[in-house]
């Protein structure tokens, strides 16, 4: 009920927006829904307590998902009706359409009720437990570097939840806590610090929900469609609570995402299941991921993801697909550090992903949404992204536009990482700068050894444009408003700016905050770098940029409407100096600009 209260809190504030707004003010997460019965070649109808034997076929009759699952062909529809489906590894290769009954509620849990406790001593209690996941964190991973804040005992993917309180693991009984358990691999035994006679206590016993994939499986071969899921609730599932699989299958240990491995044609992979729709679905605890998502033709609408480890959402290898009025919450759960978490990860080699309309939260360990690897024609529209380390990254892809998010309170706003052709128009930054950023990264000598051939070259990793955006600061605020940065090594080598256009774009802060006002590079300076105290510093020391940009020495609260209620649209009209180009106002929905930043002031 929290996780919907703030859902609902969330809605009612951006739908406050003006209707020129963007974000649009949703609905953001799942949509209550009353689910028709779909016309399909077969339906079947599930229950918790159903028998495995039953047809299914009837409302009065159900069988287990299970069973429907097993029987299911391309086309078939599976109903579940509402209550607790304790369940997992529910494998299939063929499109099924999985969602309620009318307005019921299913969940699916990982998780099995552990019983049988004995006391430990010290306040802590054991059980035997065999239904373990063991896992170990993936070779890159620096052990010297990050085992001090990351112990081992956290990549493995077991969960335990007192009450539904997750619990963070710990390296030994003596560590045990109310709010934390240990795992003994070796002698299978889980340990808790809450008396399990006055708690429910609830341990993980799957690690996956239900599980697309390219294999033959229950007599069948792949059909190459995706499946439909809708209306659901997945939680508490060890390791992954869906997958979609490409080629190929991937283990605990094993790097999931080299498909491909090297650059490759798109017509190549993301084909071995297209069209997969997922709608209305509550993803929670996952102890890696909510899901790894692969395959063409994709979309992935009015989802809620919370509570993850390293990625909520994960697509992979994929063409044209659509992510819209999600709201993603919470990654990095148990704090892994050195491990790149990303709340929505888009990733090798995708063309032509739409991040549009979304709600990204709470993300203080984690990056926002990362498109990384070889990734061609981003867009990243209209979204609200709050909280994160990095509210939009990009890095080692080629061309994206972004345009209409809000960035609050980010350690970057939006970031290009050795990427080319990253188009940033209309948006608004609070607290959270702007960066284009490139190194001599190669494939050479590479931990990721491939991955940086898939992007630009070193000497192509520019075309980068920044028009008629809205930056601005408090006055605690210290970073740089604005962050053009090459590595020092690069001096002397590329003498020119990775921006081929820079204009129109509107500087807030106090007079009173005195952090310097830009990074750039290359410039004269330390390192080929400039930091000027302002934009008149900045133009002079970089010439031609900003011909019509402006510095207003101002607070939030003058420029906005209400930033402590989150109320982003402008007090009065700042014209944009510059026309937004016809494509990116289709990309937003906007007949006309106006205004810099995201929300065009639409008058009294």
Request: aromatic content about 10%.
């Amino acid at each position: 009920m929290r996780f919907k209260a703030h859902l609902l809190a969330w809605t009612m504030i951006v739908s406050a927006t003006s209707a020129l707004a963007a974000p649009s003010g949703g609905p953001y997460g799942p949509v209550a829904t009353s689910y028709a019965i779909p016309k399909a070649p077969h339906v079947y109808y599930v229950a918790p307590d159903a028998k495995p034997d039953a047809a299914g076929t009837t409302l009065g009759a159900p069988t287990t998902l299970e069973t429907a699952v097993a029987k299911a062909v391309s086309g078939d529809a599976i109903i579940l009706r509402g209550g607790v489906y304790r369940t997992g590894s529910l494998t299939f290769n063929q499109k099924i359409i999985f969602q309620p009954y009318k307005n019921e509620h299913p969940v699916l849990k990982g998780t099995e009720i552990a019983h049988n406790w004995q006391p430990a001593g010290n306040g802590v209690w054991k059980t035997s437990w065999t239904k373990l996941f063991p896992a170990a964190p993936l070779a890159w991973w620096n052990r010297a570097h990050e085992e001090a804040a990351t112990p081992l005992h956290r990549f493995n993917n077991d969960m335990v939840f007192v009450d539904g309180e997750f619990l963070q693991s710990a390296g030994s009984p003596a560590e045990v806590n109310p709010h934390t358990y240990y795992i003994d691999y070796a002698a299978k035994e889980v340990y808790v610090g809450a008396d399990p006679a006055a708690h429910t206590v609830e341990i993980t016993a799957h690690d996956g929900a239900l599980i697309r994939t390219s294999q033959p499986v229950n007599g069948k071969v792949n059909d190459r469609k995706g499946p439909i899921i809708r209306g659901l609730t997945i939680t508490q599932y060890a390791r992954r609570c869906l997958e979609i699989e490409g080629k190929k299958q991937f283990g605990p240990n094993d790097e999931p995402t080299d498909e491909p491995v090297g650059k490759a044609d798109a017509a190549t992979y993301g084909k071995e299941a297209v069209g997969s729709v997922l709608e209305n679905n509550t993803i929670s605890y996952c102890s890696r991921v909510g899901g790894w998502f692969r395959g063409d033709h994709m979309t992935i609408r009015n989802n809620a993801f919370s509570d993850t480890s390293t990625e909520s959402i994960y697509v992979i290898g994929s063409t044209d697909v659509v992510i819209e009025k999600n709201i993603v919450r919470r990654n990095n759960i148990e704090k892994l550090t050195g491990y790149f978490p990303g709340a929505v990860k888009i990733f090798n080699q995708t063309h032509h992903v739409v991040f549009r309309d979304n709600v990204v939260l709470d993300n203080p360990n984690s990056n926002g949404v990362w498109y990384d690897v070889g990734n061609y024609e981003a867009e990243f529209v209209n979204n609200y992204v709050e909280g994160a380390q990095v509210g939009f990254f990009f890095e080692i892809s080629n061309s994206a536009t972004v345009a209409g998010n809000v960035f609050v309170n980010n350690g970057r706003g939006a970031w290009a990482l050795n990427s080319r052709n990253v188009h940033m128009y209309d948006n608004t930054f609070v607290n959270s700068p702007a960066s284009f950023s490139r190194n001599g990264r190669t494939p050479k000598g590479d931990v990721f050894s491939w991955h940086s051939s898939t992007g630009p070259d070193v000497d192509e990793r520019q075309g980068h444009i920044f028009v008629n955006n809205l930056v601005v600061a408090d006055a605690a605020y210290r970073e740089p408003l604005l962050q053009i940065e090459q590595s020092p090594d690069l001096c002397g080598k590329l003498t020119t700016s990775p921006l081929t256009a820079i204009d129109g774009n509107v500087y807030v802060r106090p007079a009173t905050n005195t952090a310097p006002f830009a990074s750039w590079s290359p410039a004269a300076g330390t390192d080929c770098t400039a930091k000027p105290a302002s934009l008149a510093d900045l133009k002079k020391a970089v010439p031609g940029i900003e011909a019509k940009g402006r510095q207003i020495d101002a607070a939030p609260a003058d420029v906005f409407k209400s930033p402590d209620l989150k109320r982003f649209e402008l007090v009065k009209p700042l014209p944009a100096a510059l026309p937004t180009p016809p494509a990116v106002l289709k990309m937003l929905g906007w007949k006309t600009g106006g205004t810099v930043g995201a929300y065009q002031h639409a008058g009294k």
